[in-house]
């Protein structure tokens, strides 16, 4: 936070007025149930975005990524989205949310940095958003509920920029805690914190380093999927979403469901499930059967759901081949990314030495990161950045 501090004062000439700090996000199981209203269960990692903000005394607005250098201006009266002003539009989609609630805002200058990996389903700009909520909101003297704060920064994305998204990576990034993971039921946006008591166990992430591709129209054709099964399903039974489905009516839906919507459809049945399940076996430090539901989370995410490939199902397999593996998967949106794997911690030297093979196979190297479950987004007090 003071390098940031000292960014800014290199940049603009002046102290940040405020400093917030918000984190990536990671799914522990539910993967592709969000938009159906079904359940998830999520974690805030260790890897942050920081937005530090200072008033001007006019109306223009200054923006500086510190990571790539990079620099874009606009107006309070021209908050508009623009392509060209790619990671600025973040920025701009909060403030505009914030205009939309009345909030009076001034000329601002902001610098940014973050060290959540992009592209690869972490919540990069979810915590961004948030972050840059937080930090407006404490530079203006703003004090909004956490509902209020959530939608703000899931509006920046969904309505400024329209991207297709659903409120709960942000609603984790806010209301994380530290070794507790965030149970979200995605239609009432209520939540709870469970106890995750891993015992002798670590949580890694493995960044596979898949060139990226744009997973969006991949994901939108899942959405448009998962729409059309439900209204092949309401002709059996009344429902508003796969939530209110089960295994048995997708059973018994042989003959009315096309087989390719079935298996869609039963991952999403299932996948809710298993976080009920595993919402109930963490607080117990049950790590055996919670790695057996990460498995079978991969499997359907890979069978059912087609959102895995190659490079994500070896670091599972060589996963589930190590003594001390209790479960892998894939996390995020699939088509390249990131697994989660639960490992003892005296097996992790053996599971990155695996990783070596790995990239003899693919031509690129995995990244394999352990990791401590992170507390939510916070403020930092504007005259000394100790925490509010």
């Not at 159906?36 to 890897?47: C, H, K, N, T």
């Not at 209110?244 to 096309?258: A, E, F, M, Q, R």
């Not at 996963?319 to 088509?335: N, W």
Request: charged residues 30%; proline residues 4%; negative net charge.
């Amino acid at each position: 936070m003071k390098e940031l501090q000292a960014l800014h004062v290199e940049e603009f000439g002046r102290k940040p007025d405020c400093i917030a700090r918000a984190p990536g996000i990671i799914n522990l199981m539910g993967e592709h149930t969000d938009y159906s209203e079904g359940f998830v269960l999520q974690a805030a990692l260790p890897l942050f975005a920081d937005v530090a903000v200072s008033r001007r005394d006019d109306v223009s607005l200054r923006f500086y990524t510190a990571d790539a250098g990079e620099r874009k201006k606009t107006s309070v009266p021209n908050l508009k989205y623009k392509r060209e002003d790619r990671w600025a539009n973040y920025l701009k989609g909060v403030l505009a949310e914030l205009t939309e609630r009345g909030i009076d805002i001034p000329g601002l200058e902001f610098t940014i940095s973050s060290t959540i990996p992009q592209n690869i389903g972490l919540g990069s700009s979810d915590a961004l958003c948030t972050a840059t909520a937080m930090a407006v909101c404490g530079c203006l003297g703003v004090s909004l509920s956490d509902q209020d704060m959530i939608d703000v920064a899931y509006g920046a994305e969904a309505r400024f920029i329209g991207l297709p998204k659903e409120p709960g990576d942000v609603a984790t990034c806010l209301l994380a805690l530290q070794d507790r993971a965030v149970f979200l039921d995605m239609r009432t946006m209520e939540y709870r914190h469970i106890n995750l008591k891993l015992k002798d166990a670590v949580l890694v992430l493995t960044n596979s380093h898949v060139p990226h591709i744009n997973a969006e129209d991949y994901i939108e054709e899942r959405r448009e999927e998962c729409r059309q099964c439900v209204e092949h399903l309401q002709s059996r039974r009344s429902g508003v979403s796969l939530r209110d489905y089960t295994v048995k009516d997708l059973k018994s839906g042989i003959g009315v469901l096309p087989e390719s919507l079935r298996r869609l459809c039963m991952h999403v049945v299932e996948e809710n499930t298993r976080v009920k399940e595993a919402i109930q076996l963490l607080p117990e430090g049950d790590m055996e059967a919670f790695g057996r539901l990460m498995y079978r989370s991969h499997e359907s995410l890979r069978d059912s759901y087609e959102v895995s490939c190659p490079e994500l199902d070896w670091l599972v397999k060589r996963a589930s081949e190590i003594d001390g593996v209790y479960g892998s998967r894939l996390t995020g949106p699939g088509f390249g990314g990131c697994t989660l794997t639960l490992i003892r911690e005296t097996a992790l030297n053996d599971y990155i030495d695996r990783l070596g093979e790995y990239e003899r196979i693919f031509g690129f190297a995995a990244e394999a990161f352990p990791f401590r479950v992170s507390d939510g987004a916070r403020v930092l007090n504007n005259e000394n950045l100790t925490d509010k």
